[in-house]
Antibody, heavy 115, light 108 residues
Framework: VQLQESGPGLVKPSETLSLTCIVSGVSISNYYWSWIRQPPGKRLEWIGNIYYSGTTNYNPSLESRVTISLDTSKNQFSLKVGSVTAADTAVYFC??????????WGQGTLVTVSS | EIVLTQSPGTLSLSPGETATLSCRASQSVRSNYLAWYQRKPGQAPRILITGASNRAAGIPDRLSGSGSGTDFTLTISRLEPEDFAVYYCQQYGSSPLTFGGGTKVEIK
């Protein structure tokens, strides 16, 4: 199983951060798919997850700005974070698992919010 | 949300020694849904332990997890060069899922 995050490494303040996770080696069906981030010098933060049925769960701290979606035809899922600030600068990981536990992860991608 | 506190922050040990890592939760972790991960620079985090004490596939028995409720431990016996990394605990029994701050195991 391989997961690969892709998307811009630099986003301007107040804009929308968009990332995609391309999944290979397993069907996106029948799993939970998560996004997790780690700001510099801080701990890992769970952003939310989506089940293959489309049901989503979000961290309340980010829920108002976050959307996670699936594209089963492309075997990938996506993250959007709106109205970003410097506090959203982080390494973003995509991950998957049979339940809520993220059992397999991508390597992560650094997204910097700066003008 | 459940806050996880890991200690110590850094553990300096020699190959062959035993590492004992602690993870303490601010409230009881439902069904002991506590996992441990290993993370190395530039690599994807690797899951080691689920359900507090169940080794994930391919994890050697030198690594063991124990504990319940609010106190959990990861023990790594006979440290090998590939064990020097950062280790995180994570609870997945309550939303939002939360992580500990990490313990770095470094070569002494």
């Amino acid at each position: 199983v391989q997961l690969q995050e892709s998307g811009p490494g630099l986003v301007k303040p107040s804009e929308t951060l968009s990332l995609t996770c391309i999944v290979s080696g397993v069907s996106i069906s029948n799993y939970y798919w998560s996004w997790i981030r780690q700001p510099p010098g801080k701990r890992l933060e769970w952003i939310g997850n989506i089940y293959y049925s489309g049901t989503t769960n979000y961290n309340p701290s980010l829920e108002s700005r976050v959307t996670i979606s699936l594209d089963t035809s492309k075997n990938q899922f996506s993250l959007k974070v709106g109205s970003v600030t410097a506090a959203d600068t982080a390494v973003y990981f995509c991950a998957g698992g049979a339940g809520w536990l993220p059992g397999f992860w991508g390597q992560g991608t650094l997204v910097t919010v700066s003008s | 949300e459940i806050v996880l506190t890991q200690s110590p922050g850094t553990l300096s040990l020699s190959p062959g020694e035993t590492a004992t890592l602690s993870c303490r939760a601010s409230q009881s972790v439902r069904s002991n849904y506590l996992a441990w991960y290993q993370r190395k620079p530039g690599q994807a985090p690797r899951i080691l332990i689920t359900g507090a004490s169940n080794r994930a596939a391919g994890i050697p028995d030198r690594l063991s997890g124990s504990g319940s409720g609010t106190d959990f431990t990861l023990t790594i016996s006979r440290l090998e060069p590939e064990d020097f990394a950062v280790y995180y605990c994570q609870q997945y029994g309550s939303s939002p899922l939360t992580f500990g701050g990490g313990t770095k195991v470094e070569i002494k």
